[in-house]
């Protein structure tokens, strides 16, 4: 091999690892530029479920004062739970970096109060690992004795009653000092360990870790403790802006009607669940001594599905709720079933059940603001989900009846905020009768079934499981079922009545309600009920869930604090609409076989045009 | 244009035997059945995640399996001398081709998106997150597709092409399962290079520019490698 031959080999060889070394050092250091950068790249969900949304946003900038968080995270925590504590690092950057506001503040200059606008941050956080802190005062008072002891030379007694006779040159203890904080500190503030599962292979190891928020605000604390093993980034945003809502401004009152024919409340403990986490929520018996008086104290009222006509004080007592400007949510059934019991179901009995029309006493007041409730019950045999029938309290599964709604104000606007899918049981129908109002400043037909929906108005309505209906049979829809509505409504009553406890309440003669007055009508109020949850759960059917959330949205709507509502609702189920079995196995194989069958079959159209092209060749 | 002569000439011939209609037939049955039987369990959610989530085995097979015979087969006909004499760089061989197999792979997805569309009339698909896995789906697979290359350029064998190319794609599948067991320090890095990761941040609908970055950088790797093999004649021979 000549001398020429090789150098050439040796400067191919050179030039090739030099440029390879290159290229790979060029994209490492991309990679390490990128990985390094604070960009957070583009959240490209419609809903922006990875960035904060504008309504936490809007709570946050509207704090009065700054609020600090805390963020009590053990270090030496297991693995499992590095995804959440990134998902909460990053929601928490994302909260300070939206509370940048320009506030006007008086400032002293020349000793005269000026006002001028300032830039602020309201929301600032740090992470603190508490297994570096010390135990207790008392802990870091004897270690420090004890550094002490062995910094000057004595025995721990001598330092100790040094110390015991303030002796200044033992140096500043610092157990003294107040901003010192031990983990006995954090203990009484209700910030401890919590134990860690986590799971590897077959065995399950515990570990305890803090794991806790605490947010500060004028001087006041509350934790935010997570569950799960890890918790879930999910709902994150919800409850940290919840608890920072409830510490800066407090929780709105909201009364709930019972006593009546409403459903037990212990029948509706997912429901209360939900407008707890927004609301003080109490019970109001109306109709009974002193009950009329609660509503004085009350920001809100949702009337949950009386099946007994209200007494005269009850509906002027909710009459005057109203007149006074206070907003009032009515659920109410137009038609009541009762029949086939759950006993009867898990025997195979299918009995039929009937309806009636609800004997609520509701009409007069509702039609004064301008609605009416129809007695019937709406079906939908194409736009459905599984359900089940509520009897009271008890409840069988019923075929796939329930309508889910076409229309949920195209979930994206109010009240309905974000909500995908709905489905109601037996809905009835609303009319809207717009001149009974004194002024209509927003009407939201917020819910509607679809064009395939009927109704049967027939004064006893018979259906059995598994029993087709005839759409001939019934008028056809689409029907709204669900009015909100801002204005000003006009009293049902001309006169208050004398000597009732509802007279402190109650409005006088021919009284309007103020501007902006908000009532809200949705014609089903057993959507409320756990079972819906319960068979939500065994079915997979969300739907049947989403009717418990929408009723709490309504509920923040006519409250005026639909924020949360709106940030509860980032991510709900987006639901594929229910086709037949049929229907679905034509789409499924029409989707795995068609793009291959359209394949093969332009392979052989191009494979005879290839051999026609070839015979035709002459060589 | 040489690099695009190579790409046509490449692209064709996958047409001009059965090997496109088989690989591209099996692979859409598979993904088709996949989705479909997802996409209607028990939760019906108008949602592509059903697709994406199975795709990093099912391309640990098929991206060798479009790649094998580019250079190797090349090299076991002996075609690849007479492919080196021509007027062309051997980076600009190695790009023909990989673009060659990159268009007969963005066939494939395409040819699912018929899916979206039956989803998205079903019911109301978030379309971002969709498109985003979709391009997730897209650069995960030309990575494959590079590593597949380089296990071509390497031999003359297209099963031998085959199983190295599918023994290094698996690999990328099973990085996230070893990530537990390592340390807490390294896990950081490793979940930075799991592959898998990237396409589901992609297909929840976070298009962080840190997976567009790594997934074009670690595309790039394999080509450059592969490029080098071709190059190792000029100081081996």
């Known amino acids: 091999m000549s001398t020429s031959n090789r150098g050439r080999k040796l400067k191919s060889f050179t030039t090739a690892t030099i440029s390879t070394l290159a290229i790979f050092g060029v994209l490492l250091l991309l990679n390490l530029m990128v990985a390094s950068s604070k960009a957070r790249g583009w959240d490209v969900t419609e809903e922006r479920m990875h960035s904060l949304s504008p309504a936490a946003a809007e709570v946050i900038r509207s704090l009065p004062e700054p609020l600090t968080v805390n963020a009590y995270i053990s270090g030496d925590h297991p693995a499992a739970y590095d995804e959440f504590i990134r998902s909460l690092g990053i929601l928490l950057d994302q909260y300070a970096d939206a509370s940048h506001v320009e506030r006007e503040v008086e400032v002293l200059e020349n000793g005269q109060n000026v006002k001028k606008r300032k830039r602020m ?483 052989l159209v191009a494979w005879r045009l290839r051999v026609r092209r070839r015979r035709k060749l002459k060589l | 244009m040489n690099v695009w002569a190579i790409a046509k000439r490449d692209f064709g011939s996958y047409f001009r035997s059965p090997i496109a209609y088989v690989v591209l037939s099996i692979f859409l049955l598979l993904t088709g059945f996949l989705f479909w039987n997802g996409a209607f369990d028990t939760q019906s959610r108008a949602s592509m995640t059903a697709l994406f989530g199975p795709m990093p085995l099912i391309l640990s097979f098929f991206a060798p399996a479009i790649t094998m015979g580019l250079l190797a087969d090349e090299r076991g006909t002996g075609s690849i001398e007479l492919l080196t004499t021509l007027p062309l760089r051997d980076w600009e061989i190695i790009l023909g081709k990989y673009l060659a197999a990159v268009g007969l792979y963005t066939l494939g997805v395409a040819l699912t998106l018929p899916y979206v569309v039956t989803i998205a009339k079903l019911g109301p698909l978030d379309l971002g997150p969709a498109l985003a896995g979709y391009l997730g789906l897209l650069l995960m697979g030309y990575v494959y597709l590079a590593i597949g290359l380089m296990a071509s350029a390497f031999t003359r064998h297209q099963i031998v092409a085959f199983i190295v190319g599918l023994g290094l794609c698996f690999l990328f599948f099973l990085w996230s399962m070893m990530i537990p067991a390592l340390p807490r320090g390294l896990k950081v890095v490793a979940q930075y290079l799991a592959v898998d990761r990237h396409l589901r941040q992609m297909a929840d609908g976070q298009l962080d520019p840190r997976s567009l970055v790594y997934l074009l950088s670690l595309a790039a790797l394999p080509l450059v490698i592969a490029w080098q093999s071709l190059e190792s004649r000029r100081w081996t021979a």
């Open chain 1, 121 to 603: 941050q309201l929301v600032s956080w740090q992470k603190i690992d508490p297994d570096k802190l010390p135990r207790s005062k008392e802990q870091l008072h004897e270690d420090w004795l004890k550094s002490r002891a062995k910094a000057l030379g004595k025995s721990l007694d001598e330092v100790r009653k040094l110390d015991d006779a303030g002796d200044a040159s033992l140096g500043k203890d610092p157990s003294k000092d107040v901003v010192q904080r031990t983990q006995a500190d954090l203990a009484a503030e209700g910030i401890r360990r919590r134990p860690a599962y986590t799971r590897e292979g077959t065995s399950i190891s515990k570990q305890d870790i803090y794991l806790t928020l605490q947010l500060e605000f004028r001087g006041q604390k509350r934790a935010l403790i997570f569950e799960g093993n890890p918790p879930v980034p999910e709902g994150l945003e919800f409850q940290f802006t919840k608890l920072l809502k409830e510490l800066a401004f407090g929780r709105k009152k909201l009364g709930i009607t019972a006593g009546n024919g409403e459903a037990d409340p212990r029948e509706t403990t997912v429901f209360r669940q939900s407008l707890d986490q927004l609301f003080e929520v109490s019970e109001v018996k109306l109709g009974q001594p002193g009950e009329a008086a609660k509503l004085a104290n009350l920001d809100g009222l949702i009337v949950a599905g009386p099946r007994k006509p209200l007494p005269d004080d009850a509906l002027r007592a909710i009459d005057g709720f109203v007149m006074r400007g206070k907003p009032v949510l009515f659920l109410v059934d137009g038609m009541t079933f009762e029949g086939q019991t759950p006993q009867d179901a898990q025997m195979g009995q299918d009995k039929p059940y009937l309806g009636q029309a609800t004997t609520h006493g509701l009409d007069k007041l509702l039609e004064a603001y301008g609605f009416k409730v129809d007695a019937n019950t709406l079906i939908d045999a194409s736009h459905n989900t599984t359900g089940f029938v509520v009897n009271g309290n008890d409840g069988f599964p019923a075929p796939a009846l329930f309508p889910v709604l076409e229309r949920l104000a195209n979930g994206k606007a109010e009240p309905l905020d974000g909500m995908k899918s709905m489905a109601l049981g037996f809905v009835s129908s609303l009319q809207n009768l717009e001149g009974k109002r004194a002024k209509t400043e927003q009407l939201i037909p917020f819910a509607r079934t679809s064009g395939a929906s009927f109704s049967f108005d027939q004064g006893l309505m018979i259906v059995a499981p598994g029993m087709k209906l005839d759409p001939k049979a019934g008028k056809a829809g689409p029907f709204v079922v669900g009015y909100a509505a801002r204005g000003t409504f006009r009293s049902a009553f001309a006169s208050p009545p004398a000597g009732s406890d509802a007279m402190s309440v109650a409005p006088a003669a021919g009284e309007q309600s103020p501007d902006k007055t908000r009532v809200a009508v949705l014609g089903d109020s057993d959507c409320l009920s756990d079972l819906n949850v319960m068979m939500a759960q065994q079915l997979g059917s969300p739907d049947l869930v989403t009717g418990i959330s929408a009723v709490t949205n309504v509920a923040a709507w006519m409250m005026e604090d639909a924020a949360l509502s709106r940030i509860r609702n980032k991510g709900t189920v987006r639901k594929l609409t229910t086709v037949s079995s049929g229907d679905r196995t034509l789409i499924k194989f029409g989707n795995v076989l068609g793009p291959p069958f359209l394949l093969i079959g332009f392979g």
